[in-house]
């Protein structure tokens, strides 16, 4: 060999040393690296079953092992990618070498892939550098370059990871598009399905995805993916032993997209349970400072945990149905009601009516549309004025406010003074005022908004809107100011369903339609009427040894500045719901069954003082020391408690009523039961958390009174021993009611978000009506449903010895109210007209129409007129009275 063969031989052999120098130092990734690969994961929900109802992502990903791994999709991947995955090391040579000839000596442009599997995984885990804008050398060198690069992470991965691992990962990355990452992602995605369920053909079409996503994407490119699923299926005819009859019956079928659903956050069930769970998990993670074991923040869209909450979707499917069939009811009878009524001016004063048109306005801002329109005139100029002084915040009342200072209508320290500015940024809003060349176009197109706007929204366009359909929605031809009006209308429904055991919470409804109304209703505050007066009556039994029997007199009573430990500056005398008093003598069971006012008043005059209440209170997991934004206490130290003048949420009090279901034993309503990271470690549990708020004795009298509430002729049409307490605030804002089995609490909330959405009378507006049949379909349909496994003939504890004599009313006189009111209008007629009178009614005549006059009403008649207690000795000594229920907190 001549020297000029060799001199060329060793600068050949030194160029290519140095490109392969170059490559292998040029980000290769270590051993390391490979053994922990980075990739999103979603973070998975799972019910109280087992079963994934939701998903936190930025990819939507879900981690599956070898072994769970469809056998279908193994061969399909193996027969059509890399028959030899087995028998190389990451390296098919002979694929190569077949690419090669077909491609260099035949010209053929369709040669065959030569890429493993495991260079495939090369390729997803670590990407190619872009070639845009080199050179046709630079691009052929890049080519090579990463070829060689991809070969030898290749290689590295086989000794990293077994063949299986391999297999797993990649499956695990791969990007099937339109949302879906990984094998199970596209399972579930394109076919609604687990991939260990997928069919052989399913299985084919995601295989043949691998080659080119976006050229066999079965939405926009059947006929491709069709072509390419039966490529797969023809290997694997070729490989495994599958029949040809298997398969036969595909070949002509375009690939089926019918059950093609996107994955999204907000789609599924419990979405309002969903939208607070992301909340809580953020400041639980924060709070708790739960983090990974390098020290570093979870991210619950990337870190693939597994969330297992208390959720039990078969419970949630009937209170989710519960809760819409009942409020269609409503909305139409709501629609009915106020037909030609305006709600935001109905015996509206000046007062009033701002307050309202002020708020119509507000949610108009709020809404989508508008929020659009306000990016777009303002959205450049408000940016270009936060980049040049520092941030400044720039809502509209902020605008609005700055323009009034520049024409001199407020001051700096006025508009401070109401907290429309910082003080430490008012030297940046001056700044911003002298600026013409930004304030001026800022202060023009928000001017502009202001005037186009109200034209915009007065005007009809085409619109989806909330209704009670099979699809949520209805399209209609209405104004946008006129579409904030009608949802703004809709009444409004929260439930939540608790195990009074374990405190595991079974379901939760926050609302009527999670697309139309986001605001969840389970943790908003609103006035809960009568359903806390068993807390009132439980406090004055344990407190005073009051016997259920124990009778007062219904008349006002009135609670003056100076009485007791009461803290009031006036006297406060409040009245019954229908403003009436009867004279007549009401026991405990009577008094809570038609929630007089009256009679509660005098339990808490006698007790002196509402402190008591608050304790019991805090015992049942209202914190008596909690607070408002404001600073007001959320039980306030006033008697006007007793009648529910207090905000609670739904949540709050379905925790308390536990105390009544679970022998007067509070337990604390969780709704996460644990927390694993991606490799299965426990990282959070949830306990239950338990406290004595009622002793066992006056807890098995409050039960019973309960009971009573909802039994005899006014019954809950259910199978489990049930009790209850509605609720109605004033004006019929706001409809409660509350229920206790042995194995469930559940409360429903039912209002408007404004308290001017509402019902004007208190036949349509009590809880009876708004909120106790959403409890009796759902706690009759989870009877019916075996796979709830709710049984209604569970018990409640029994009471400790001397329950019975406790509630004995033998002992007390057993006229009944309705006996005592009849007599005391006969002795008053023979008062006046004497022997007349006992002329024209004679006993047998009275009697007669006393029979008539005060036979037990009908269920549409009289909600909750009953009287039955569950043992002989209550029924003995009471009996119905035809009075609607008092429900309100009138008088606060």
């Known amino acids: 060999m001549s020297i000029f063969m060799w001199i060329f031989l060793l600068i050949a052999i030194g160029i290519v040393g140095r490109f392969l120098m170059q490559t292998i130092n040029n980000d290769l990734p270590s051993f390391t690296d490979l053994e922990n690969p980075q990739y999103n994961q979603a973070s998975i929900i799972y019910d109280a079953n087992g079963t994934p109802f939701g998903k936190y992502y930025v990819e939507n990903r879900e981690l599956i092992q070898y072994e769970d791994i469809s056998p279908v999709v193994l061969q399909a991947l193996l027969a059509t990618e890399d028959i030899r995955f087995h028998d190389h090391a990451g390296i098919d040579f002979k694929a190569l070498f077949r690419v090669g000839f077909k491609t260099l000596l035949l010209q053929k442009e369709s040669s065959g892939g030569g890429s493993t599997i495991t260079q495939q995984l090369a390729k997803l885990l670590y990407k190619r550098e872009s070639r845009a804008g080199q050179s046709k050398i630079n691009r052929a060198i890049s080519l090579l370059r990463t070829k060689v690069k991809e070969w030898i992470i290749a290689v590295k991965l086989e000794k990293s990871y077994t063949k299986e691992e391999?297999?797993?990962?990649?499956?695990?990355?791969?990007?099937?598009?339109?949302?879906?990452?990984?094998?199970?992602?596209?399972?579930?995605?394109?076919?609604?399905?687990?991939?260990?369920?997928?069919?052989?053909?399913?299985?084919?079409?995601?295989?043949?995805?691998?080659?080119?996503?976006?050229?066999?994407?079965?939405?926009?490119?059947?006929?491709?993916?069709?072509q390419r699923r039966n490529v797969?299926?023809?290997?694997?005819?070729?490989?495994?032993e599958i029949e040809q009859s298997e398969i036969d019956s595909f070949y002509s079928q375009t690939v089926d997209m019918s059950k093609f659903e996107r994955s999204a956050h907000d789609v599924g069930p419990a979405p309002y349970f969903r939208s607070e769970l992301t909340k809580w998990l953020r400041d639980l993670l924060e709070k708790e400072n739960i983090k990974k074991p390098d020290g570093s923040e979870y991210n619950i869209y990337t870190d693939g945990l597994k969330i297992f909450t208390t959720i039990d979707l078969n419970y949630q499917k009937h209170a989710e149905a519960a809760v819409a069939d009942h409020m269609k009811f409503l909305q139409d009878r709501y629609w009915t009601v106020w037909k030609n009524k305006n709600p935001w001016t109905y015996e509206a004063?000046?007062?009033?009516?701002?307050?309202?048109?002020?708020?119509?306005?507000?949610?108009?801002?709020?809404?989508?549309?508008?929020?659009?329109?306000?990016?777009?005139?303002?959205?450049?100029?408000?940016?270009?004025?936060?980049?040049?002084?520092?941030?400044?915040?720039?809502?509209?009342?902020?605008?609005?406010?700055?323009?009034?200072?520049?024409?001199?209508?407020?001051?700096?320290?006025?508009?401070?003074?109401?907290?429309?500015?910082?003080?430490?940024?008012?030297?940046?809003?001056?700044?911003?005022?002298?600026?013409?060349?930004?304030?001026t176009p800022l202060k023009s197109n928000y001017q502009k908004l202001q005037k186009d706007y109200k034209e915009i929204f007065k005007t009809k366009v085409e619109m989806e809107v909330f209704d009670y359909n099979e699809n949520g929605y209805k399209v209609v031809e209405m104004s946008p100011r006129d579409s904030v009006r009608y949802h703004n209308q809709h009444l409004q429904a929260s439930l939540l369903s608790v195990d009074p055991k374990t405190g595991h919470i079974k379901a939760w409804v926050g609302g009527p339609g999670f697309n139309y109304f986001k605001y969840d209703h389970v943790n908003s505050r609103r006035q809960v009427g009568s359903t806390v007066k068993p807390f009132v009556y439980a406090t004055a039994i344990s407190v005073m040894g009051l016997s259920p029997c124990q009778e007062y007199e219904d008349i006002q009573y009135t609670i003056a500045p100076g009485d007791a430990n009461f803290l009031?500056?006036?006297?406060?005398?409040?009245?019954?719901?229908?403003?009436?008093?009867?004279?007549?003598?009401?026991?405990?069971?009577?008094?809570?069954?038609?929630?007089?006012?009256?009679?509660?008043?005098?339990?808490?005059?006698?007790?002196?003082s509402v402190d008591v209440i608050r304790e019991l209170l805090d015992n049942a997991g209202i914190s008596k020391s909690a607070t408002l934004p404001d600073g007001r206490f959320v039980v306030p130290?006033?008697?006007?408690?007793?009648?529910?003048?207090?905000?609670?949420?739904?949540?709050?009090?379905?925790?308390?009523?536990?105390?009544?279901?679970?022998?007067g034993i509070y337990t604390k309503p969780i709704f996460v039961s644990r927390i694993e990271d991606k490799s299965g470690k426990v990282i959070y549990a949830g306990f239950t958390e338990t406290k004595r708020a009622i002793n066992s004795l006056y807890n098995g009298v409050m039960l019973d009174m309960l009971r009573n509430n909802v039994g005899g002729s006014f019954r809950m049409e259910v199978k489990s021993d049930i009790g209850g307490k509605t609720g109605t605030t004033n004006d019929y804002a706001d409809g409660w009611f509350m229920s206790v089995t042995p194995d469930l609490v559940t409360g429903v909330w039912t209002g408007g978000d404004d308290k001017w959405i509402r019902f004007l009378s208190l036949d349509d507006g009590q809880g009876f009506v708004m909120a106790r049949p959403i409890v009796q379909k759902y706690i009759q349909s989870i009877e019916k449903d075996t796979a709830t496994q709710y049984n209604p003939n569970s018990e409640f504890p029994l009471p400790p010895e001397g329950y019975l004599e406790f509630i004995d009313c033998e002992k007390y006189k057993q006229k009944s109210v309705e006996e005592e009111q009849e007599i005391n209008k006969l002795n008053t007629r023979q008062d006046e007209f004497g022997d007349e009178f006992d002329e024209e009614f004679g006993d047998d005549e009275f009697n007669s129409e006393f029979s008539e006059e005060f036979d037990a009403p009908s269920f549409e008649e009289t909600p909750d007129s009953n009287l039955e207690a569950p043992t002989k000795q209550i029924k003995d000594s009471i009996k119905v009275i035809p009075e609607i229920p008092d429900t309100s907190g009138r008088g606060q």
Request: net charge positive; aromatic share 10%; charged share 25%.
């Open 232 to 240: 797969v299926l023809n290997q694997m005819l070729k490989y495994y």
């Open 568 to 608: 009031v500056d006036k006297e406060w005398s409040p009245s019954n719901a229908n403003e009436k008093f009867t004279s007549n003598m009401y026991n405990l069971y009577q008094g809570l069954l038609y929630s007089k006012n009256s009679i509660t008043v005098r339990l808490v005059k006698e007790m002196g």
């Open 349 to 439: 004063d000046s007062i009033q009516l701002e307050i309202r048109r002020k708020t119509l306005e507000r949610k108009i801002k709020e809404s989508e549309r508008y929020l659009s329109l306000h990016d777009n005139y303002l959205g450049k100029a408000k940016s270009q004025a936060q980049d040049k002084y520092d941030q400044i915040s720039l809502n509209e009342n902020i605008i609005k406010s700055l323009i009034q200072v520049e024409k001199r209508r407020a001051s700096w320290e006025g508009i401070i003074g109401r907290n429309a500015i910082k003080k430490s940024k008012r030297k940046s809003y001056e700044k911003l005022l002298k600026d013409s060349e930004l304030w």
């Open 166 to 226: 391999i297999i797993a990962m990649y499956l695990n990355k791969f990007e099937f598009i339109n949302g879906a990452h990984g094998i199970q992602a596209a399972a579930q995605t394109y076919f609604n399905t687990s991939q260990d369920k997928l069919s052989i053909e399913q299985a084919a079409m995601l295989v043949g995805m691998l080659k080119n996503p976006t050229r066999y994407n079965p939405l926009r490119f059947p006929d491709n993916a069709t």
């Open 637 to 663: 130290r006033v008697p006007s408690i007793c009648l529910g003048a207090m905000d609670l949420s739904l949540y709050e009090m379905a925790g308390a009523y536990t105390s009544f279901a679970n022998d």
